[in-house]
């Protein structure tokens, strides 16, 4: 749930975990802003229309494919990183952390579930999508 999450990563004005991860420069990433991929002459133009949750319904099949990539490698990175987080704290205390252990955390496991969250609703798309050419 929302709650789980700390009100300061929903702030605009506070920086995006996952745009502290190495992603590639091609790559533009903030829950609060939407998401999009510039080709090597568009990053000064930023002519392509931007892509969000939200409009993601819209996307084509080869769009979908390509966020799907790009958020799948995004969850593979941040899970790598709660992974060592949670492997240190392990090797300091001797257990696993708690939900209040992870608080200096908070904002990657937000994030973490938000790109499962979009993972799941790109998955859908694109079977609907899969669905609808073979009818």
Known sequence: S????PQGSQQPSLPDPVSRLPVGDHLIYSETEPVRT??????KEGKQPALS???????TMPVLLDHLRE???DKKRLRK?????EEQFF????????KEDRMPMADEYCEYKHIKAKLRLLEVLIS????????
């Open 38 to 43: 510039l080709l090597p002459d568009e990053k």
């Open 91 to 98: 090797k300091q205390t001797g257990r696993s952390p708690q």
């Open 2 to 5: 929302d709650e789980d999450c």
């Open 53 to 59: 949750m939200s409009n993601l319904h819209e996307a």
């Open 71 to 73: 958020t799948r490698a």
């Open 81 to 85: 990183a709660l992974r060592e987080f």
């Open 128 to 135: 609907k999508q899969d669905v609808a050419k073979t009818i």
